[in-house]
C-alpha cells in the first residue's frame, strides 16, 4: 500500500477516486461530474502553491482553498458543498494510506443556508395541470410527466430514466433512485390516467425504431433528457420539476401524512432532508390558523 510520503500525483488521485465512487456508491453520471469539477478546482489551487502530490495537502492548503472560494464570491452553498467534496476525497486518501490524516476534518466551512422548499398551492397546481390541454403527441406527453412528478414525486432524474415497463398495470411504480436505491411509489389515477393516454395515442406517434423502451420520449423520437423535462415543465406550469416534487411532498404532509412515509416516498436516506418540508406545514398551519380563528 502507499504510503503518506509517496508522491501521488493529485490528478492521478482524483481520477481513481472518482471511478471507485462511480461504482462503489453507484453515483449518478451527473454526480460524479459535479464532485469532478469540484475537485479539479481544488487540484489547480493546491498546484498554484506548488502542492503536486496528494502527501503534500495539508490543512493549510485547504483552509486557502476554502477562503478563496470566499474571496471570489461564491454562495455559501457552493462553497460547502466544493469543501465537503475535498473532505470526502482527502479522508478516502487517509483510509488508503496516501496521507497521514485528513487534513480537511474540522476544518470550518460556512454553514448551508436553510432554504425552505416552495410548493405550488393545491389549487393553482390544479389549475395549471387541467390546463395542459390538447391531443397531439406533446401535450398528452407534457401532461403525463407533469401529472407522474406531483404524483409520485420522482426527481427528474428518475422519470427521464423511466421505461415503458416501469408503469404497468400494478398500483406502484418502482424507480431507481439516487445511490441505485430501489423504491416504490405509488401511482394515483390522475397520473395513470395521463400515462395511459400518452400511451396510447401519444408516444406511438413518436417513437422511432430507435426509441428503445424509454417512456418519456423528444419529438424525434429520442429519450426526452433532464434538461428537456425541465424545459418542458417550465413551458406549462411556470415552474421547475423540483417544485412539484416539494409540492407533492407538502401536500401529503398538510394532509395528515407522517414524515416517516414521506422520507420512504422521496427516496430520502436521512429524516432530516424530510424534515425541512414540516417547516412548510407549520407556516401553512399558522397561516389558515390566523385566517380562520375569531381569536387570532
Not at 416552495?118 to 401532461?143: C, E, H, N, Q, T
Not at 410527466?145 to 418502482?174: C, K, Q, W
Not at 423504491?183 to 428503445?212: F, H, K, Q
Request: proline content about 5%.
Amino acid at each position: 500500500m502507499a504510503g503518506p510520503s509517496d508522491p501521488l500525483p493529485l490528478p492521478a488521485a482524483v481520477d481513481a477516486y472518482l471511478r471507485r465512487i462511480a461504482v462503489e456508491r453507484g453515483l449518478s453520471p451527473h454526480t460524479v461530474a459535479g464532485y469532478r469539477t469540484d475537485l479539479a478546482q481544488f487540484v489547480a489551487r493546491c498546484e498554484e502553491s506548488g502542492i503536486a502530490t496528494v502527501g503534500a495537502v495539508d490543512r493549510k492548503a485547504v483552509r486557502r482553498f476554502i477562503a478563496a472560494l470566499s474571496n471570489e464570491g461564491y454562495a455559501k452553498r457552493s462553497i460547502a458543498r466544493k469543501a465537503a467534496a475535498v473532505r470526502s476525497f482527502l479522508g478516502d486518501a487517509a483510509r488508503r494510506g496516501h496521507i497521514g490524516a485528513n487534513p480537511a476534518a474540522g476544518v470550518p466551512t460556512p454553514k448551508r443556508p436553510r432554504s425552505l422548499p416552495k410548493a405550488m398551492s393545491r389549487a393553482s397546481l390544479g389549475a395549471a395541470l387541467d390546463g395542459v390541454l390538447g391531443d397531439d403527441p406533446a401535450s398528452l406527453r407534457d401532461r403525463a410527466l407533469l401529472e407522474l412528478i406531483y404524483g409520485t414525486g420522482l426527481r427528474v432524474s428518475e422519470a427521464a430514466s423511466l421505461h415503458v415497463t416501469d408503469v404497468g398495470a400494478e398500483p406502484f411504480i418502482r424507480v431507481l433512485g439516487k445511490g441505485s436505491k430501489e423504491r416504490a411509489v405509488p401511482i394515483g389515477r390522475e397520473a395513470r390516467g395521463a400515462i395511459d393516454r400518452y400511451l396510447d395515442r401519444g408516444r406511438p406517434r413518436i417513437a422511432t425504431a430507435d426509441s428503445g423502451g424509454w417512456l418519456f420520449l423528444g419529438m424525434r423520437g429520442t429519450r426526452m433528457d433532464v434538461r428537456e423535462m425541465r424545459r418542458a415543465v417550465r413551458a406549462r406550469v411556470g415552474t421547475f420539476p423540483h417544485a412539484l416534487r416539494h409540492s407533492y411532498a407538502t401536500h401529503l404532509l398538510e394532509n395528515g401524512a407522517d414524515l416517516r412515509s414521506v422520507q420512504e416516498l422521496l427516496g430520502h436516506v436521512e429524516l432530516a432532508t424530510t424534515q425541512i418540508y414540516t417547516s412548510v406545514t407549520r407556516d401553512h398551519l399558522e397561516k389558515a390558523y390566523e385566517r380562520s380563528h375569531p381569536r387570532a
